[in-house]
């Protein structure tokens, strides 16, 4: 079983939608993050969040708009994406703080299609 | 910044047999972390392995083991007895101190598995 959720598992969308994606975890971790990842290639860093704080913003468009509600929710909302949007987003999390080899736990994806 | 290479893009191996996925980085840090993980088609990444940078022994999971060489930064997953499910896409990953601020994984580029019964 997945101990990371996101909704939905599969999205298709028009450029001029406005959507979001949704992740939710209960095992305690304050560091939740969203990643993209094209076939065949590994996940690239979009988002991180620590203590429900953003921490890390690789440059993300302003499209993509992250939220983190309270400790256990990660949102991506999504506007105006281009077709070179479409991708796997992945959200993970990990504890922050003490044994740091504790990995990141990652969700099973969202499929976004931009048509 | 690091850096994280894997130079096979493709591995195949027969069921039963053992397959080595080799995977090199690039650091000037002294303290991180690296790990293995898999994703197979159903596209959750799954931690296979971890290691620590300062210990000096290899880590081992069941059929799944590590050659960390710490000079050489060299970092090889070697998967003994293969099965038909450990068909997948293969990552290394390095991480270096997570701190305070969330712990940024470096991806290599993957390598795809391919189990042959």
């Known amino acids: 079983d997945t101990e990371v959720t996101q909704t939905p598992k599969h999205l298709v969308m028009g450029m001029t939608n406005k959507k979001s994606l949704k992740c939710e975890q209960h095992?305690?971790?304050?560091?939740m993050y969203w990643y993209k990842q094209k076939a065949k290639k590994p996940p690239e860093l979009m988002f991180v969040y620590s203590y429900e704080k953003l921490s890390i913003n690789e440059s993300v468009p302003s499209r993509f708009s992250p939220e983190c509600p309270n400790s256990s929710l990660l949102n991506l909302h999504l506007h105006a994406l281009q077709p070179e949007d479409s991708a796997l987003y992945l959200c993970a999390s990990s504890p922050l703080g003490g044994d740091n080899l504790q990995p990141q736990h990652f969700g099973d994806g969202t499929r976004l299609s931009i048509l | 910044a690091q850096t994280v290479t894997q130079s096979q893009p493709e591995m195949s191996v027969q069921e039963a047999e053992t397959v080595t996925l080799s995977c090199t980085y690039d650091t000037s840090e002294s303290d991180y972390y690296l790990f293995w993980y898999k994703q197979p088609p159903s596209r959750q990444m799954i931690l296979v392995i971890r290691?620590?940078?300062?210990?000096?022994q290899n880590a081992t999971e069941n059929r799944f083991s590590v050659n960390f060489q710490k000079a050489a930064k060299s970092f090889s997953l070697k998967i003994s007895d293969s099965q038909l499910g450990d068909a997948a896409m293969y990552f290394c990953?390095?991480?270096?101190?997570?701190?305070?601020?969330?712990?940024?994984?470096?991806f290599g580029e993957g390598t795809q598995l391919t189990v042959n019964p």
């Open positions: 990953a390095y991480r270096s101190w997570a701190g305070t601020s969330g712990s940024r994984l470096t």
């Open positions: 290691q620590e940078a300062y210990k000096q």
């Open positions: 095992m305690g971790h304050r560091a």
